[in-house]
């Protein structure tokens, strides 16, 4: 047995006297918890097996896409979200075969799908709506929850079964560093097993998280500032510069004009809680970032969070949904607004 000053047997007896209590209230704790909470997490997802509701369905070349030729209702925030999609998967109606047709490939996530809006709200439709007449069809390969290194792997997809003119990204500041890392983990080989997860199921924090109940629920209550935090992290930004300068190099290699689209945070552009508002500064570094890195790859590239803090204020409206992250119908109509002329004129410069 090691021999201790008395004093350092002091200092030790008072530091395991103060931790025995901490130990005893993190013990009824989990036991408390153990007892109220029911041991089915799956629970929910069982019910919901049987619902109406239109889902995803697991794609080894993408991730996930819709099923083809199906109309149903996408869940959305409990919204109730029509849609159509094509013999593809994707939203909206079948890909012209015409040679004359010139066609804008549209990439992204829910925003770009048009998450809790009909498909004619869209803006990817208000595009081809604000083109009319010029033979020019919008193909949307917006899917919700997709990565930049996902939009990549739509290029190829759609490549593959029709040829595109020009394309048209989109870079969500809210999420899309964080999803980068997501797909990583299963990239590009197993994709169709991707998981939502915040960190790897398998590393020692999610194994050390899920064994104690109270640690799970301190980590649910906390999930909004540990997304937030890891999306503005270095390392996530690093990997959406890898999938932004490979989508760039896949389309110049195809000699295919590109735009990139950067979409703000929504609590960048309405007012909310301090919390809620409390890394836009953190965002802000992002945007800045991303079109530097649009100017030195020579993108051009159309910040909307200028033109969504103006649409706001000129029309006196709401331009997101209510309770939700996403543009309602006001909004999609300013985005199609700010983008139609750099679409038109990429168009024009694709003849």
């Keep these: 047995m090691p021999s201790f000053p008395p004093r350092l047997r002091k200092i030790i007896g008072r530091l395991l006297l103060m931790a025995v209590p901490l130990f005893m209230a993190f013990g009824a704790a989990e036991l408390v918890l153990r007892m109220a909470v029911g041991n089915d997490p799956g629970s929910d997802e069982s019910a919901q097996a049987d619902s109406p509701w239109l889902t995803v369905v697991p794609s080894a070349e993408l991730g996930w896409i819709f099923p083809p030729d199906t109309t149903g209702t996408f869940k959305s925030s409990g919204r109730r979200t029509p849609v159509t999609t094509n013999s593809w998967g994707l939203r909206g109606p079948e890909v012209s075969p015409d040679t004359l047709t010139r066609r804008v490939l549209m990439l992204g996530d829910s925003y770009t799908f048009g998450w809790g809006v009909d498909d004619t709200s869209g803006f990817v439709r208000l595009l081809e709506k604000g083109m009319a007449g010029t033979q020019v069809e919008f193909i949307n390969g917006g899917l919700p929850g997709y990565s930049i290194y996902q939009q990549i792997r739509m290029l190829e997809f759609v490549r593959e079964r029709v040829e595109i003119h020009a394309v048209v990204a989109t870079i969500s500041l809210a999420n899309d560093p964080i999803d980068e890392k997501r797909i990583r983990r299963f990239a590009p080989d197993h994709l169709e097993d991707f998981s939502y997860d915040l960190r790897d199921p398998g590393s020692r924090t999610a194994r050390l998280i899920a064994s104690s109940r109270l640690f799970t629920l301190m980590d649910q209550r906390t999930t909004h500032l540990q997304f937030s935090l ?122």
């Design 230 to 351: 890891i999306n503005t992290s270095g390392e996530c930004r690093d990997l959406a510069d890898e999938s932004l300068k490979n989508l760039a190099a896949a389309c110049r290699e195809a000699g295919l004009p590109l735009v990139w689209v950067i979409v703000p945070r929504a609590q960048e552009i309405r007012p909310g809680s301090f919390w809620k508002g409390a890394l836009n500064g953190a965002t802000e570094k992002l945007r800045k970032h991303f079109l530097d890195l649009a100017a030195g790859l020579k993108v051009p590239a159309v910040d909307l969070k200028p033109v969504l803090l103006s649409a706001r204020a000129r029309a006196r409206q709401e331009v997101y949904l209510q309770a939700d992250a996403h543009w309602n119908e006001a909004g999609h109509r300013a985005v199609a607004d700010s983008l139609l002329p750099a679409v038109a004129e990429m168009v024009e410069m694709e003849k």
